[in-house]
């Protein structure tokens, strides 16, 4: 298709993959803040343009009705879904994604161990890798995506689990470090480490509960960054090798993060059964949940000097976002102050609670994390609490017994007046009951988040 000589191809290859790296980085690094969020996912949109319209001018490459194709199909579909999915959907449309990324890797590694081509030790070893972990990302973010799409509504667990993963895992090693070694030439062994692949990464996200899902997508998105890594070495592409390095290295930290919000080991979030009981913990819980009226709860606000608002995951579920920022709206046209609380667990990936607000038009200035607000509630009249739950349970200072005790939380609780938003009395997504519910100075406000909201705008717009 092109006639430029095999030399200068090389240095246009090479030099396009370093300009769409330099993209990524920029927009990695642009998408750390929400005020230039945007820009960087168009930066790395243009990146990934780049590398992939160099590669149709790699020597000896004839797949181009078949690439195109493929282009045409994976473009058409992403841009229908992507313009499709409701923002509560966003969590599992990642999961997607990113098993996508892995399974993509898993299948360069299977076309080179199953090509015949011969390459060195350390290449079949950097396939045989990437495909173990790009298989255990493909298969665990499907499950990802069932659980966080309501398709798998329990943990799948069972005495001797994790003997059963180990076995897996040291048989895929078994069958990996015979593909390595050369001790068989048939697709039969490649085929079984495959398989043996792809069960892990079932068999180790199907006992994680809901509420960790935020840390295993994000361990999942490091361990595709890394396969696309391995899987860059082996066909010699350093785009693919920046490109996985740095979401590796991303994934990596984000997994770090959210893991330390959690005050759990990653080890703790894999093998322990977090949420599979009916926990309150050694505490008794004193007292019982007291109901308010929207009128009630809008004469509180109406009159408060500041309010903070701490969204969770059933504002997503009930989309209140909008209603949210036109509440805000009225508070703030009665000089009242108002700031949100976002805790860097709160809803089912890392940064949900910020996409939503972003997308109400919530300013970025009212927008504070754990570290910055909490001092703050002490001064708060109102604490605003809709569809938060484990983010704002005292029990995790409170309760040795609790399993969330010593993860960092928003002090809603030392706020003079707590309204909570919430569907009924349910203990929320992990099952924990939520002693902030019982204090004396918190009054339940029931109904959907949406409706509840627009109770409340109402209410306040009539003093």
């Known amino acids: 298709m092109f006639s430029w000589s095999p030399e200068l191809a090389d240095k246009l290859i090479q030099a396009s993959y370093f300009l769409a790296a330099v993209l990524f980085i920029i927009g990695l690094k642009q998408m750390s803040s929400p005020v230039t969020a945007r820009r960087g996912i168009v930066w790395a949109g243009i990146g990934m343009l780049v590398a992939t319209l160099i590669t149709f001018t790699w020597p000896d490459m004839h797949n181009y009705p078949l690439m195109l194709a493929a282009i045409g199909v994976g473009g058409v579909a992403a841009w229908i879904s992507g313009k499709k999915v409701a923002m509560t959907n966003m969590p599992q449309m990642i999961a997607l994604y990113n098993g996508m990324g892995g399974g993509a890797a898993a299948a360069i590694a299977a076309v080179e161990l199953l090509g015949g081509r011969e390459h060195e030790v350390s290449i079949i070893t950097l396939a045989v ?9 493909f298969s665990g973010s499907l499950i990802a995506f069932g659980k966080l ?7 799948l667990r069972f005495k001797g689990q994790q003997i059963v993963n180990l076995l897996i895992l040291l048989s895929a090693a078994v069958a990996g470090g015979m593909i390595v070694t050369g001790h068989t030439d048939g697709i039969e062994i490649v085929v079984v480490f495959f398989g043996l692949a792809l069960l892990l990464g079932l068999t180790m996200t199907l006992p994680i509960g809901g509420a960790d899902m935020p840390v295993v997508i994000s361990l999942y998105n490091a361990l595709t960054g890394l396969a696309v890594a391995f ?3 082996v066909l010699q592409n350093a785009a693919m090798i920046i490109a996985g390095t740095v979401v590796g290295s991303a994934g990596t930290l984000l997994t770090q993060l959210m893991a330390k919000a959690m005050n759990r080991s990653l080890a703790n979030v894999l093998f322990s059964g ?11 819980i004193q007292g019982s949940m007291k109901p308010i009226e929207a009128t009630d709860a809008g004469v509180m606000m109406a009159f408060a000097d500041k309010v903070i608002i701490v969204p969770g995951y059933g504002m997503a579920v009930a989309q209140a976002q909008h209603k949210v920022w036109e509440l805000t709206q009225v508070l703030l046209a009665r000089d009242v102050q108002v ?10 990936m890392p940064g949900h609670m910020n996409v939503l607000l ?3 038009g919530v300013p970025y200035d009212l927008i504070f994390d754990l570290d910055e607000i909490n001092a703050e509630f002490e001064t708060a009249d109102v604490a605003l609490v809709i569809g938060a739950n484990d983010v704002v349970n005292p029990a995790a200072h409170s309760d040795p017994a609790s399993p969330i005790y010593g993860m960092p ?4 609780e030392k706020a003079k007046n707590i309204i909570v ?6 203990k929320g997504f992990s099952g924990i009951e939520n002693l902030l519910f019982f204090l004396d100075q918190t009054r339940m406000l029931y109904g959907d988040g949406q409706e509840a909201t627009a109770e409340l705008i109402q209410a306040v717009k009539t003093f």
Request: charged share 25%; aromatic share 6%.
């Open 149 to 155: 799409q309501g398709l798998i509504r329990k943990p």
């Open 274 to 284: 977090f949420g599979e009981a009916d926990i309150s913990g050694g505490v008794d």
């Open 339 to 348: 700031k949100f609380a976002i805790h860097p667990v709160a809803g089912r």
């Open 421 to 426: 938003i919430k569907r009924g009395q349910g």
């Open 409 to 412: 939380i928003l002090k809603a």
């Open 358 to 360: 972003a997308e109400a």
């Open 231 to 233: 899987e860059g070495f």
């Open 129 to 137: 890798l990437g495909a173990l972990i790009g298989s255990v990302s």
